[in-house]
């Protein structure tokens, strides 16, 4: 329902805050950690370059947290229902885009932990906490990992892309008032 008085939605086909505060802290994480893989991945080995693998991972390791996290206060929070005036090809891929990216931010962190752990590389979470192999070591299997997390993160970019994407032509476009529902700070 859309207010008289603001034009934008009530509060009841508002996301929570708690939902609002995990999607742009994960959106804030992605616009860190794309570019940093990128840039780090093509670095001579040096102190640097070991550096921002430990960020990266750090990173990584807290996206997968958050995710997991996300999903489990989705399942027991309803999102606010999508506009019947919604086109119902627009709804069904909306659904498909929001599974995709749930299922993408837990399997790329965890093929990154994968990978180093085949790589016989440690993962350490903010420099305190070592976590445990996921396997043992397998340079081949490294060597995949490293390829399907590379291509999983390109099929992230993809999907932000798409995401953000429509949540603008709703914007600007099409003029509703659906990307209101995750901006905080609007009552």
């Known amino acids: 329902m859309i207010s008289e008085t603001t ?15 995990l999607h742009w802290l994960m959106a804030l994480l992605i616009l860190v950690v794309f570019p940093l893989g990128l840039y780090m991945h093509d670095l001579k080995l040096s102190p640097l370059k070991l550096e921002l693998y430990s960020y990266h991972k750090w990173t990584g390791i807290s996206l997968l947290l958050l995710a997991a996290f996300r999903i489990l206060w989705r ?16 709804q069904l891929a909306s659904g498909a885009v929001h599974a995709l990216l749930y299922l993408l931010l837990l399997t790329i962190p965890m093929t990154g932990w994968l990978m180093s752990s085949a790589r016989g590389i440690t993962t350490v979470w903010f420099g305190l906490l070592p976590l445990p ?18 291509n999983l993160n390109y099929a992230l970019l993809l999907l932000v892309l798409v995401h953000t994407g429509a949540a603008l032509k709703h914007r600007y476009i099409d003029k509703d008032q ?3 529902r995750m901006l905080p700070g609007r009552k």
């Not at 192999?133 to 590379?150: M, N, P, S, T, Y």
Request: charged residues 15%.
């Open 133 to 150: 192999d996921l396997i043992g070591r397998d340079k081949a299997l490294g060597q995949l990992l490293g390829a399907v997390h590379e």
């Open 7 to 21: 034009g934008l939605p009530d509060m009841t086909t508002r996301y929570t805050r708690t939902a609002m505060t």
């Open 75 to 90: 399942s027991a929070h309803t999102p606010p229902p999508l506009p019947a005036t919604l086109p119902h090809w627009q």
């Open 178 to 180: 659906l990307l209101s």
